[in-house]
């Protein structure tokens, strides 16, 4: 009853605040400056239909979403090995500190540079969330309770077993706590990339060209787009990820 309620309330806010947009397009009377929800949702369904648009979310998808997971595993096993390794972890100290530091705006100009447009997005998502995972499990590590790890050194438990039953369970939710932020940040700098490079058959470019002949509905259509892939991988990367969480693990058994 209560989720319900809630569900309800929620659809009614999402209501109310799409009317007050429709209502302030109407008002200005300029399809340049703002257009409303109806527009948007007409350019959506025209362009939908077009193999294209499937061609170009799966470009945009596909290079971003590469590039995250590249940057989960590189920051995982890197950051692991600094954890084992002290002197690694003050070897990568200054350039991890340089890629949390420096403007993305200043790497997609150097990437332009070196690697040209077509795997920009690719490198810039990895750039931008390589030190994320990294700190996140760096910090992971260390948060691993100090008394199991004595226990187990004391009953020489084997390594595979000390990182599975140990580091594991403080590593997860510092790895999903980073990846909240890390996906998010994966998609809007890897689009940034886009509309700064303008690779062919990207959502970048698709934007680009949506400010170049000033339409304002295919700009909303396409943010929409963006929001909507970006929040589903992130839900269904976050969904896989906690499953392997000891909390979910435990609520699977007690179900059984």
């Known amino acids: 009853m209560k989720s319900a309620t809630v569900r309800f309330k929620s659809t009614g806010m999402i209501l109310f605040w799409l009317l007050l947009w429709q209502v302030a397009s109407v008002a200005l009377h300029n399809n340049i400056i ?48 600094a954890y084992r390794f002290p002197l690694l972890e003050d070897f990568l100290q200054p350039p991890v500190s340089f890629l949390k530091s420096v403007p993305v705006a200043s790497f997609i100009i150097l990437a332009l540079i070196w690697i040209g447009s077509e795997n920009l997005s690719l490198f810039i998502s990895f750039l931008v969330v390589f030190p994320m995972i990294y700190i996140h499990t760096m910090a992971g590590l260390r948060s ?42 994966s998609f809007k700098s890897g689009i940034a990339a886009e509309v700064i490079g303008v690779p062919g058959h990207s959502i970048g470019e698709r934007l680009y060209m949506a400010k170049i002949y000033l339409s304002t509905a295919d700009l909303f259509a396409w943010t929409l787009v963006i929001v909507v892939i970006s929040a589903a991988f992130e839900a269904l990367f976050l969904r896989v990820l906690s499953l392997a969480s000891p909390t979910s693990v435990l609520v699977k058994r007690r179900e059984e």
């Open 34 to 81: 703002l257009v409303g929800p109806l527009e948007v949702i007409h350019s959506l369904l025209f362009q939908a239909f077009t193999v294209e648009f499937w061609k170009t979310i799966a470009f945009s998808f596909g290079k971003i979403s590469l590039g995250f997971f590249l940057a989960f595993m590189a920051g995982i096993i890197i950051g692991g090995a």
């Open 144 to 185: 691993a309770d100090k008394k199991l790890l004595e226990m187990a050194r004391v009953f020489r438990m084997p390594p595979f077993k000390k990182l599975y039953y140990i580091y594991r369970p403080a590593l997860l939710p510092h790895l999903i706590s980073g990846c909240r932020v890390a996906l998010g940040m």
